[in-house]
């Protein structure tokens, strides 16, 4: 006699109990050639959309209903363009999409926005608008290094989503119901394999990543449901470029994909026929097909200012940009980035500025990160430096021109849908574009820096104006012609100082509370906004200052952090931790009398720079007037924790292991104890060093990704909490009685 399985059910994922409702019975057929064949005919007859013919196949492939897909796209006589495409007039562009539900291992993950602001250890492909007879192609074409490099992103992408939030639960309760944001995108690659073309997610990749984690268990971390994501996308292992007469990269792929599937339908048909279906059947049934709209045609509207190749990625990202800066909000710098960059790209297209648009694209193509520094030295007259602080000169200085600095704040506005935007307002879009290559190594500032960027940064009245860069290999070169009235050193010398000052926290946004603090603490003589202090530090009449700039641009390094930015708190946390691949370098304060410009103590020791030093130098008078006393510092310890296991000599965490003895241990137990006292003592040693061994690669894994999830966490303090209660339960028992009394007085 046949079961039939339950349409709702109750479920446990990990501890919970989740009711589970409508869950199907069937799962989806493969579509027929025909099916797909029709999608392709009814797509490429319809005005209103341009595809290639593999992206059509892409789009074909992935939805469920081929056939449904083709209505959709299917015009009638009396007017060519009607069909039953979705329409979304956003800025400058009509978008033209379907609605239909799609196969979860048909798509991809696609470059997410709020990233921009954040370094990943897998960079994001490059990203190529296409055109054909001048019109808009409703797909853009990712560029990657290679097959290692599209993998890697994908798996970087899932983890660090599932890292930030997971939606799995409520997907295993009622499946994904709201549509993902999708549409077709070449897959290209700089190793000259060949390319395909994919359906890609631009916004909903949270719930695509926690279906994924849904069709991984309950048991499984964030990685390994990226891991089997990857696998189910790919295979098993990079997919070999294949060999003449062999099928397409694309087919091969796709044919994995489906063979995917097909094990997967034959293991829910036995699973779902069991008397006791269990949680197995329901995790492929609510995750096996996802409610999808695809984009497959634009329109831009007349008088529009972006290039052909540029109007369906604004498009998508103007849809994407009205839901996550208008409702579910994305953080301050990922909306800064979005802005600034998509600011840039209009003023290139409108192609009436003064500056050329040559210059524009390598300006844009330094924003994005797509042109790395080692290239500064050929796009710039005069052979700078390639070095991540020069980058940040001529950025500033490009994006800072008269000529240009109103039409950004122009486009700025319009894209944000505001009125005003003063300097201050300007500079903080600048921030997170700035601090590009050194976001990983100064993570424990990048706040402070952001602030002091939003106070006005570097942006002061003479950087504003008409300057030039002075490359050189010596930053303190430049105080001479500096003093003797130099403005293109002396704006030089405010930008690059400035920016390290920021950088590495010597220069932050002042508060009330900072007038009350001591000197080793932040504290500062008076208060100011930052872009004054830089312009007060940079004048041609302040040799202190043009100094204090002078050396702080000379000793910046791009990847680490001096041991001025850092608390004591911070460094005695890192005490074991060997330097990173800058070592550890600090900076100095200013002492125009020493020869090498360098203060030191009555000993004849440097003095390290302070933010007060800094403040003090841009205004000597007005710090002398104000005469403030900060707190004494004096007499101040810093707890530092007992009993840190010292590193291991190699480096290498202790391996843990089990008492050495016989099988049939016939020792007294005293003896026996010992021996897992030992096991005790050395796994919490090396959970230490574990421990202090992740939060060094922290900042190489950059803020998108925990080095550590919340959920991860959680588990972790459960098990140490109910190991602190059996120590102390047995530290109770053994105290002396004296101990106890001690106890339960306090």
């Known amino acids: 006699?046949?079961?039939?399985?339950?349409?709702?059910?109750?479920?446990?994922?990990?501890?919970?109990?989740?009711?589970?409702?409508?869950?199907?019975?069937?799962?989806?057929?493969?579509?027929?050639?025909?099916?797909?064949?029709?999608?392709?005919?009814?797509?490429?007859?319809?005005?209103?959309?341009?595809?290639?013919?593999?992206?059509?196949?892409?789009v074909a492939r992935a939805t469920i209903t081929p056939d449904g897909l083709a209505v959709q796209l299917q015009t009638s006589s009396s007017q060519a363009t009607d069909g039953l495409l979705m329409e979304e007039n956003v800025e400058g562009a009509t978008l033209r999409s379907v609605i239909t539900r799609v196969h979860l291992s048909e798509l991809l993950p696609g470059i997410q926005p709020r990233t921009g602001m954040e370094v990943m250890e897998t960079a994001d492909p490059q990203v190529q608008g296409i055109t054909e007879d001048g019109r808009p192609c409703s797909v853009v074409r990712y560029r990657y290094r290679d097959l290692a490099h599209l993998r890697d992103h994908v798996w970087q992408t899932i983890h660090g989503t599932l890292s930030l939030n997971s939606y799995a639960p409520s997907i295993l309760a009622r499946k994904v119901t709201r549509n993902l944001i999708t549409h077709p995108v070449e897959i290209s690659f700089e190793d000259d394999t060949e390319s395909f073309h994919a359906v890609v997610v631009r916004d909903g990749i949270t719930r695509l990543a926690s279906a994924w984690a849904v069709l991984a268990g309950p048991e499984a971390d964030d990685a390994a449901a990226a891991d089997g994501a990857v696998q189910a996308l790919f295979g098993h292992g990079p997919a070999a470029v294949p060999a003449k007469g062999e099928q397409p990269l694309g087919q091969r792929l796709a044919a994995g994909r489906e063979a995917w599937r097909r094990s997967l339908r034959t293991e829910f048909s036995q699973q779902v026929a069991l008397p006791d279906p269990g949680l197995r059947p329901v995790q492929i049934a609510q995750t096996y097909v996802l409610p999808?709209?695809?984009?497959?045609?634009?329109?831009?509207?007349?008088?529009?200012?972006?290039?052909?190749?540029?109007?369906?990625?604004?498009?998508?990202?103007?849809?994407?940009?009205?839901?996550?800066?208008?409702?579910?909000?994305?953080?301050?710098?990922?909306?800064?980035?979005?802005?600034?960059?998509?600011?840039?790209?209009?003023?290139?297209?409108?192609?009436?500025?003064?500056?050329?648009?040559?210059?524009?694209?390598?300006?844009?193509?330094?924003?994005v990160g797509r042109i790395a520094v080692e290239e500064i030295p050929s796009l710039f007259p005069g052979n700078p430096p390639g070095t991540a602080l020069w980058r940040s000169i001529y950025l500033v200085h490009a994006l800072t021109r008269p000529e240009l600095l109103e039409r950004l704040k122009d486009q700025a506005k319009a894209i944000k849908g505001g009125r005003r935007m003063g300097l201050k307002a300007y500079a903080e879009l600048l921030g997170p574009l700035i601090d590009l290559p050194w976001r990983s190594h100064k993570k424990l500032v990048a706040q402070q820096a952001r602030n002091a960027w939003a106070n006005g940064g570097?942006?002061?009245?003479?950087v504003t104006k008409d300057w030039d860069p002075v490359?050189?290999?010596?930053?303190?070169?430049?105080?001479?012609?500096?003093?003797?009235?130099?403005?293109?050193?002396?704006?030089?010398?405010?930008?690059?100082?400035?920016?390290?000052?920021?950088?590495d926290k010597l220069l932050t946004r002042n508060v009330g509370s900072a007038l009350l603090a001591a000197k080793e603490k932040g504290g500062v003589p008076f208060r100011a906004d930052v872009n004054q202090i830089v312009e007060d530090l940079s004048h041609q009449d302040n040799e202190l200052g043009l100094w204090t700039l002078a050396l702080a641009a000379e000793r910046f390094r791009s990847n680490s952090l001096p041991t001025n930015a850092v608390t004591m708190r911070q460094l005695t946390s890192q005490a074991k931790a060997p330097a990173g691949p800058g070592g550890v370098y600090i900076h100095f304060k200013t002492d125009l009398k020493e020869d090498d410009k360098l203060a030191r103590d009555a000993d004849g020791v440097t003095e390290p720079l302070l933010q007060w030093d800094v403040v003090w130098a841009s205004n000597p008078a007005r710090?002398?007037?104000?005469?403030?006393?900060?707190?004494?510092?004096?007499?101040?310890?810093?707890?530092?924790?007992?009993?840190?296991?010292?590193?291991?000599p190699d480096g290498s965490a202790p391996?843990?292991?089990?008492?050495?003895?016989?099988?049939?241990?016939?020792?007294?137990?005293?003896?026996?104890?010992?021996?897992?006292?030992?096991?005790?003592?050395?796994?919490?040693?090396?959970?230490?060093?574990?421990?202090?061994?992740?939060?060094?690669?922290?900042?190489?894994?950059?803020?998108?990704?925990?080095?550590?999830p919340p959920r991860v966490l959680d588990d972790l303090l459960k098990t140490l909490v109910g190991l602190q209660t059996d120590i102390e339960n047995l530290r109770r028992k053994t105290a002396p009685e004296e101990w106890q009394e001690e106890d339960e007085l306090l």
Not at 338 to 355: F, H, M, P, W, Y
Not at 481 to 500: E, F, Y
Not at 671 to 681: E, G, I, L, M, T
Request: hydrophobic letters at 45%; a negative charge.
């Open 1 to 58: 006699m046949s079961v039939i399985p339950p349409r709702t059910l109750t479920v446990h994922w990990g501890p919970e109990a989740v009711l589970v409702s409508n869950i199907d019975h069937d799962l989806p057929e493969p579509s027929t050639q025909d099916a797909r064949a029709k999608v392709l005919t009814a797509g490429t007859a319809n005005p209103a959309t341009l595809l290639s013919e593999s992206a059509w196949e892409a």
């Open 292 to 367: 999808a709209q695809i984009a497959v045609g634009v329109e831009g509207h007349p008088g529009r200012l972006l290039a052909a190749e540029d109007i369906f990625d604004d498009a998508i990202r103007s849809v994407l940009a009205s839901v996550h800066v208008e409702f579910k909000q994305w953080d301050v710098a990922a909306q800064n980035v979005e802005v600034a960059t998509r600011a840039l790209k209009r003023v290139i297209q409108q192609g009436d500025s003064l500056v050329s648009h040559d210059d524009l694209q390598a300006v844009y193509g330094l924003a």
């Open 458 to 462: 570097v942006l002061t009245a003479d």
């Open 471 to 503: 490359p050189t290999d010596d930053f303190t070169t430049l105080v001479e012609p500096a003093l003797a009235g130099d403005n293109n050193a002396r704006c030089t010398l405010a930008v690059a100082g400035g920016v390290a000052l920021i950088a």
């Open 623 to 648: 710090a002398e007037s104000s005469r403030p006393k900060p707190a004494d510092a004096a007499g101040t310890t810093l707890a530092v924790t007992a009993g840190e296991p010292d590193p291991v």
């Open 655 to 708: 391996v843990l292991t089990e008492p050495s003895a016989p099988l049939t241990d016939e020792r007294p137990a005293s003896q026996r104890a010992a021996d897992h006292r030992q096991v005790v003592r050395q796994g919490v040693t090396t959970a230490r060093d574990a421990l202090d061994r992740l939060l060094l690669l922290e900042p190489e894994v950059g803020g998108h990704t925990p080095v550590i």
